[in-house]
């Protein structure tokens, strides 16, 4: 499965902008992380197979939402209220056989290339 990541961008501080991830086939849970410049790369919110159970990082809680569409194998990120600190490269990631959300890198089989937020204060 190939995961392309897009809809990054530049907007400024309390702007909104949404992440589309587009899978090449069906795939099971997935998840969204993020790397900030010279930080290591961390979770932000994750989504079962079927869309009925999400979590989300304390830093995204309230102002992420996280959906995707399986007849259209996407998924989405919806940012809202952007802070200068959610400038990073987000990462959509897949799980191959897994269902139940994955918190952490490694749970992870697939990766999208990344897509750069820019929020300026």
């Known amino acids: 499965v190939q995961l392309q990541a897009s809809g990054g961008g530049l907007v400024q501080a309390g702007g909104s902008l949404r992440l589309s991830c587009a899978a090449s086939g069906p795939t099971l849970a997935m998840g969204w992380f993020r790397q900030a410049p010279g930080k290591e790369r961390e979770f932000v919110a994750a989504?079962?197979?079927?869309?009925?159970?999400?979590n989300y990082a304390d830093s995204v809680k309230g102002r992420f939402t996280i959906s995707r569409d399986n007849v259209k194998n996407t998924l989405y990120l919806q940012m809202n209220s952007l802070k200068p600190e959610d400038t990073a490269v987000y990462y959509c990631a897949a799980r191959r056989t897994q269902i139940r959300i994955g918190l952490v890198e490694n749970e992870y089989d697939y990766w999208g290339q990344g897509t750069l937020v820019t929020v300026s204060s």
């Open positions: 989504i079962t197979w079927s869309g009925g159970s999400t």
